[in-house]
């Protein structure tokens, strides 16, 4: 069974600032990646995908992610953050040919301060 | 379009109250998807319907907890006789079609029980 792990629950950046969010599955099989954000009161809205192809994958938002299958991770980065970033981001991982189901990280959040 | 919509929003229950809650999806998604998020954590998968087929129940957590979508869109998740460990947000997701990694997900019920 495949697991997610995202590596701080917390992150605070200030305005204009880079940022990278971490996040490392194990599988046995092929994955498929992808984040997602949540904002307050919210659902989850979809940030990007990787399912095949190019290993950078870039996103709403000005996010993007790098998909490395030797290190099996899939950290997401955005060059300069706004405030409007600030919410809840959860990694998922869907198992190649396994029925769509998303297994999650626990999620990290991102405090955006100015 | 509109999105995925989950009804109640809010839900009060006290301890061995029977619960429903509702899912429309996307009009035309085929499959549609049930998690719950327990407060702090990331999304855990509960249940899967391709059309009105449960493919896949192996996380709903008791033999308590019951889903249907008998005409393949509407789905109602029903928790009998609830407990204070089933307080929690239950998301709702559809996606396109059968192979369709998308998915998108409805604002989630928050379930309180006293």
């Known amino acids: 069974a495949q697991s997610v792990t995202q590596l701080d629950s917390q992150v605070p950046v200030f305005e204009e600032a880079p940022v990278e969010l971490r996040c490392n599955y194990s599988?046995?099989?092929?994955?498929?990646l992808f984040w997602y954000v949540q904002y307050p009161n919210q659902g989850l809205q979809l940030l990007l995908k990787?399912?095949?192809?190019?290993?950078l994958v870039k996103g709403i938002n000005g996010f993007e992610a790098e998909f490395n299958k030797s290190q099996t991770s899939f950290h997401l980065r955005k060059p300069s953050v706004h405030i409007s970033d600030t919410a809840e981001y959860f990694c998922?991982?869907?198992?190649?040919?396994?029925?769509?189901?998303?297994?999650f990280g626990g999620g990290t959040r991102l405090m955006v301060k100015p | 379009g509109a999105g995925v919509s989950q009804s109640p929003r809010y839900k009060v229950a006290k301890r061995g109250q029977d619960v429903a809650l509702r899912c429309d999806p996307i009009?035309?998604?085929?499959?549609l998807f049930w998690y719950q998020q327990a407060l702090g954590q990331g999304p855990e998968f509960l249940t899967y319907?391709?059309?009105?087929?449960?493919?896949?129940k192996s996380g709903l957590p008791s033999d308590r907890f019951f889903a249907e979508r008998p005409e393949g869109s509407v789905s109602t998740l029903k928790i009998q006789r609830t407990q204070q460990e089933d307080s929690a947000v239950y998301l709702c997701?559809?996606?396109?079609?059968?192979?369709?990694?998308?998915?998108?997900f409805g604002p989630g019920t928050r379930l309180t029980v006293t």
């Open positions: 997701a559809s996606s396109l079609l059968v192979n369709s990694y998308e998915q998108y």
């Open positions: 599988s046995s099989v092929s994955v498929y």
């Open positions: 990787y399912l095949s192809g190019s290993t």
């Open positions: 998922a991982v869907s198992e190649a040919d396994a029925g769509n189901m998303l297994t």
């Open positions: 009009s035309g998604h085929v499959s």
């Open positions: 319907f391709q059309n009105e087929a449960q493919l896949d």
